[in-house]
């Protein structure tokens, strides 16, 4: 089964500072896309970043990037220069089967002064 | 452009009632995915339907859950007979293709309470 692994519950990050939040995978196909979202207390998801498997680079997307290491099977978001406005759940998001896509069960990131 | 949209955005519901949420997809978008997000937990996937299709069910509760996407109108989540542990939030995504490399976009979801 597919499965999507972040070991955060939670985190704490001075507003400016940078954070990594931790993510790993598990799948056996060869092409398959990662992404986050972002879960806000208003509760929408709002999609943050893509990365495909055979992307050279890894993906960036303004103070977002991800940190892939395809042979380790990890994506770790990294968010720089946070804002208060970061404060929100994060999901990790992985191949799932046929099309469905797994959730990692969150990081609750809190931004503080 | 508008995004995913979903209606209504809160549903109370006494146990043993209908309830009924939906979906329109981005313009441009066919492939519609209901996903289910039970309190401090992440989303589950439960369906995956195209026009008039159902391509995979395999997240759906075998019982009293039903999902449409018609050729016309918006995609149905059906829940019959509601009872308490059906309450969570449900969310509508959207993508052009089914590729496994597309973005999948999430309308603001519908949160249901069961009395």
């Known amino acids: 089964a597919q499965k999507i692994t972040q070991t955060q519950p939670g985190m704490f990050v001075q507003e400016k500072e940078a954070v990594t939040l931790d993510c790993t995978y598990d799948?056996?196909?060869?092409?398959?896309?990662l992404f986050w979202y972002k879960q806000p207390s208003s509760g929408e998801m709002i999609f943050l970043i893509y990365?495909?498997?055979?992307?050279?680079q890894n993906a960036t997307e303004g103070r977002y990037s991800l940190n892939f290491q395809k042979a380790r099977k990890s994506a770790n978001l990294v968010i720089s220069a946070s804002q208060l406005g970061d404060s929100a759940m994060y999901f990790c998001v992985g191949p799932g089967t046929a099309s469905k896509l797994t959730f990692g069960t969150g990081t609750r990131l809190q931004v503080t002064l | 452009n508008a995004g995913v949209m979903q209606n209504p955005r809160h549903l109370v519901r006494r146990r043993g009632q209908e309830a009924r949420l939906r979906c329109s997809p981005m313009k441009g978008h066919s492939h519609v995915y209901w996903y289910r997000q039970l309190p401090e937990e992440g989303l589950k996937f439960m369906v995956y339907?195209?026009?008039?299709?159902?391509?995979?069910e395999s997240g759906m509760p075998k019982e009293r859950f039903s999902a449409e996407f018609p050729k016309e109108g918006p995609s149905i989540l059906r829940i019959q007979q509601v009872v308490r542990g059906d309450s969570a939030a449900y969310f509508c995504?959207?993508?052009?293709?089914?590729?496994?490399?597309?973005?999948?976009?999430f309308g603001p979801g519908t949160r249901l309470t069961v009395l």
């Open positions: 995504a959207s993508s052009p293709t089914s590729r496994r490399t597309d973005t999948q976009y």
């Open positions: 799948t056996s196909d060869q092409s398959y896309g």
């Open positions: 339907l195209q026009k008039e299709n159902i391509i995979d």
């Open positions: 990365q495909g498997s055979y992307d050279e």
